[in-house]
Nanobody, 128 residues
Framework: QVQLAESGGGLVQAGDSLRLSCAASGRTLSSLAMGWFRQAPGKERELVASISRTGGNSYYEDPVKGRFTISRDSAKNTIYLQMNSLKPEDTAVYYC?????????????????????WGKGTLVTVSS
């Protein structure tokens, strides 16, 4: 069983930066494709970014391209989401998600379909 624990959320001003962390337990990152989703009030959950189990491939949704960076630290079994130039529309609960990845080593997911593991979320609020 994989458990995911997010941290790093908070209240910041527009233009500020924030780094979210997601610590995984139960499996090493080498077996997990992982990513970040977010859900703003009154909106559906949406993918933000994802990363392959090797870290060699990543994907970003258009609203965050050039501002957010997803990365991983195998030694800490943790992935990160560095968020720069934050905007009020980035306000949301951010969730970490993972799926066991046994095949293609650079597999990344682009939706929440079939993702087995989820964290409880961390709130990011960006004031204008």
């Amino acid at each position: 069983q994989v458990q995911l624990a997010e941290s790093g959320g908070g209240l910041v001003q527009a233009g500020d930066s924030l780094r979210l962390s997601c610590a995984a337990s139960g499996r090493t990152l080498s077996s997990l494709a992982m990513g970040w989703f977010r859900q703003a009030p009154g909106k559906e959950r949406e993918l933000v970014a994802s990363i392959s189990r090797t870290g060699g491939n990543s994907y970003y949704e258009d609203p965050v391209k050039g501002r957010f960076t997803i990365s991983r630290d195998s030694a800490k079994n943790t992935i990160y989401l560095q968020m720069n130039s934050l905007k009020p529309e980035d306000t949301a609960v951010y969730y970490c998600a993972a799926t066991l990845s046994r095949g293609y080593s650079e597999y990344i997911f682009r939706s929440d379909y079939g993702l087995e593991y989820w964290g409880k979320g961390t709130l990011v609020t960006v004031s204008s």
